[in-house]
């Protein structure tokens, strides 16, 4: 099975902490949680419809199969 792998940077970035004046001054908590859904919901679908990327060519992913079974 090959694996199918993103290489568009923003997909990967760190998670943010927020401190509680933060989501204050986004609206409450409400409106918060609201605005994450969003941007989860839009990572989500870009990670979808994201090009599948192929690490290894069809003669890589033959010589390491051979190499899997010849290591087992």
Same mark, same amino acid.
């Given at each position: 099975?090959?694996?199918?792998?993103?290489?568009? =940077?923003?997909?990967?970035? %760190?998670? /943010?902490?927020?401190? @509680?004046? $933060?989501?204050?001054?986004?609206? #409450?908590?409400?409106?918060?949680?609201?605005?994450?859904?969003?941007?989860? =919901?839009?990572?989500?679908? %870009?990670? /979808?419809?994201?090009? @599948?990327? $192929?690490?290894?060519?069809?003669? #890589?992913?033959?010589?390491?199969?051979?190499?899997?079974?010849?290591?087992?």
């Amino acid at each position: 099975m090959k694996p199918e792998i993103s290489d568009n =940077e923003s997909l990967w970035k %760190a998670h /943010k902490s927020y401190t @509680p004046e $933060e989501v204050l001054a986004a609206g #409450g908590t409400t409106a918060f949680a609201q605005k994450r859904t969003e941007e989860t =919901e839009a990572a989500i679908e %870009a990670l /979808k419809n994201a090009p @599948p990327i $192929e690490p290894f060519s069809d003669e #890589g992913w033959a010589k390491l199969m051979d190499e899997v079974t010849r290591d087992k």
